[in-house]
């Protein structure tokens, strides 16, 4: 059976899901199989319960349901698994009331595997439907999207431009499914090729268990042997030696002209808990932030939800004027929007009531809100340049004509024009009560300056973004 389901759903998939299923015992009428995990064994029972029935079904016509059980239930109560530790996989008695939920659209959360159990290039599991065939591409995230799927066709050994790829984005704008398609992507163009994925949370606890089983130097030859190492979520990497040892493998690698890939949720130079050389090291790489999605690109990724919905829910109906509802409101980012819908296939599948607009706007009404643009106040700005410049709130108000307090001065003034609708005279009374003409001169010399030097200019764009936070 585990042969079948290599070759029916592939190596990825088979060794992410399957790989550590174990066979317990038949009757003729049900299979009982083992998992190590709680969450393994939801997700083998979401995801792939008609394909486990259908597959025992032609080695044994008789059979109507398979049983998944905990391992450590299995060993203390093989005759009988209590109900809270087993989850019966049943035959659909009826298409629309057994069908089940969309599959939401965030990677599940990953199982920890025994580090000892793992070969030498194990890593996170992969989700299979993170690919880029299923990628929802558009303006926010395009040149996040090429790039990855350069690194991912590039054969082993051969330099990219993208090295190390750094992909930054708030939650839910498809850093997880990028990372997940590139690994997909380069197994299956180059089998050959040695491609790790890992969490920033599945590395650390790899190198504390090599700690423990003093096998540090075996986790150090087994990382750095390999062509392509994706790491996700670099924000959560803790500690002063997992950070070095994190620091070493990635000049290691790099140095050795192999592919790094690395996504976290900010700018890494935003990233302060890091350590400054793994922060300067990805500085010297390509990082490309994914935006949030605009009303296109919410529309293509309802759009396409949807069709998958269709596919898995056949006769299943909710009105156009609905979906685009749906990807005018629900406006923060793509799991959201995946969430609402699954709402909406959820409200269709289990009340026998048609979806309407009028349903929809109860259903979502908390994922639905009008995001009004940050009022933003001189006070926010004084306060920000400030804490960027190192001076006080009390100097950018003084009659202090230092070159350091001059030009944060400036600054905050020009900020305080371009973010604001205060008029000149009113800025100038804000900064110590100075006259119109001092403001509009600061606005004009920041300009100059910011026209002349992209650094400044970069450094100004920085202090915008604290504010709207």
């Known amino acids: 059976m585990k042969q079948r389901l290599r070759t029916e759903l592939g190596e990825d998939v088979f060794q992410s899901w399957f790989a550590r299923v174990e066979f317990v015992a038949t009757d003729g009428l049900s299979v009982e199989l083992s998992v190590p995990t709680r969450f393994l064994k939801s997700w083998i029972v979401s995801h792939y319960q008609d394909k486990l029935i259908a597959l025992w079904q032609t080695e044994i016509a008789s059979i109507r349901r398979v049983e998944i059980a905990m391992r450590s239930a299995v060993r203390l109560r093989p005759q009988a698994v209590p109900a809270a530790e087993e989850r019966a996989v049943e035959a659909p008695a009826a298409p629309r009331a057994a069908a089940p939920a969309v599959a939401p659209a965030a990677a599940a959360p990953q ?25 929802c591409e558009g303006a926010a995230n395009r040149v996040a999207f090429a790039a990855a799927k350069a690194v991912a066709e590039t054969p082993a050994g051969r330099a990219t431009p993208y090295n190390p790829l750094y992909i930054h984005a708030g939650v839910g ?8 398609a590139v690994t997909q992507a380069a197994r299956r163009i180059d089998p050959a090729r040695r491609v790790v994925y890992l969490t920033a949370e599945h590395f650390m606890v790899r190198f504390v268990a090599a700690l423990k089983t003093q096998s540090t130097l075996a986790f150090k030859e087994g990382l750095r042997d390999i062509d392509l190492l994706l790491i996700d979520d670099l924000q959560f990497l803790q500690g002063k030696s997992v950070q070095q040892e994190f620091c070493h493998t990635l000049n290691a690698l790099i140095d050795g002209a192999r592919q790094v890939v690395v996504a976290a949720d900010r ?59 749906v ?79 001059v030009r944060p001065r400036q600054i905050a003034m020009y900020l305080s024009k371009m973010l604001t609708p205060r008029s000149l005279p009113e800025i100038g009374r804000r900064f110590g009560g100075r006259d119109h003409t001092t403001v509009l001169h600061a606005v004009r010399k920041v300009e100059e300056l910011m026209a002349a030097d992209a650094t400044l200019a970069d450094e100004i764009e920085l202090i915008k973004r604290l504010i709207d936070e």
């Open 327 to 405: 990807a005018r409101t629900v406006v923060s980012n793509g799991r959201d929007l995946e969430g609402a819908l699954n709402r909406l296939v959820a409200q269709w599948q289990y009340t026998d009531q048609p979806v309407t607009l009028a349903s929809a706007e109860i259903s979502l009404r908390d994922l639905v809100g009008v995001r009004e643009a940050k009022r933003v106040r001189i006070e926010d700005i004084q306060k920000a340049v400030s804490r960027h410049y190192n001076v006080s709130k009390a100097d950018l108000l003084s009659s202090r004509r230092t070159r350091t307090i």
């Open 111 to 135: 199982p920890l595997r025994p580090v000892e159990a793992e070969s030498a290039h194990g890593g996170s599991p992969v989700d299979p439907r993170f690919t880029f065939e299923t990628f």
């Open 267 to 325: 700018p890494a130079a935003e990233l302060e808990t890091l350590d400054e050389r793994v922060r300067s090291r990805l500085r010297g790489g390509v990082a490309f932030e994914i935006a949030t999605p605009d009303l296109e690109l919410r529309q293509h990724i309802v759009l396409g939800r949807y069709e998958a919905a269709l596919r898995q829910h056949p006769g299943l109906d909710i009105p156009p004027m609905v979906l685009d509802y």
């Open 173 to 180: 704008r498809g850093k997880t499914h990028l990372l997940h």
